[in-house]
């Protein structure tokens, strides 16, 4: 038998109550907000039967996410920041302004003011042992004029799959770099190739990707926010061709239009030419920006970052 009491007036006036509908502080989207969570919570617990020792198995479940600070990895894992970008995505479809590279998401792992380098930029610090990778190319308008002084800001992963600063055995804004683009849109970086990511083994959102039959695993791919004057500011991702994960990715980021082809060049004249040893790798990828003249789409969503102001 299911017993079901959050529909009666009793219970409806005790949430509002909980809610802070009964005072004039506060703020009031806040109070609309934490009112729908609180029916919404309950609505589960009675349609799902959710037992007291399942509640508070979820309780705990948000202290540990809160305290490994995974909550912006399981939002990713669930497909809830992909979510947001299809949403943005149909918001402007039917505001007309589709067109440009499509953007993906951002992840929780980008790091604020990393250093500012002109055209061209070295992200890695020389320690890890990896395949040297070149990447190269140009911001343009949906116009199709490329576009100078574009900020290209791009962060990725070692060969561990890891990020600086959050894997403190890296230095200082490794694989970060902000690169102004030269009065052809063009940048230039030299990196390594990175690996995949995956999921700390032993963290809060491993453990509930397990109870779901799910990995944890993404592709490798490289970041981007990409802004410019007078334009709308992207952020997305480049993923690289041949991946394990490239269409499995637990975070629901690959997207047709953002694949490239990384190549593998094994010819030592052109090694040579490079200034490097053996083998190396190369990539292109030009980006599209929309025009826009409004300031807010021309920033970043507003989310707390890492070392942001
Ligand atoms: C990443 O590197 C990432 O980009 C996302 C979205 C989630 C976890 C790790
Ligand atoms: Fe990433």
Redesign the pocket.
Known sequence: MTVRISHTAEVQKFFENASGFDNDLGNSRMKTVVHRVLNDAVKIIEDLQVTPEEFWKAVNYLNELGSRQEAG?LV??LGL?HYLDLLMDAEDEQAGRAGGTPRT?????YVAGAPLCQHEARLDDGTDDATVMFMEGRVFGTDGAPLANAMVDVWH?NTNGT?SYFDPSQSEFNLRRRIQTDAEGRYRFRSIVPSG?G?PPDGPTQQLLDQIGRHGQ?PA?I?FFISAEGHRHLTT?INLAGEKYLHDDF?Y?TRDELIAEIRFIDDAEQAKARGVEGRFAELTFDFTLPPSDEAREQQRRERKRALEA
């Open positions: 990895l990713a894992g920041e998401i951002e992840g929780p792992l992963a990020y990511y999921c993404r791919h970041h991702q975070a980021a």
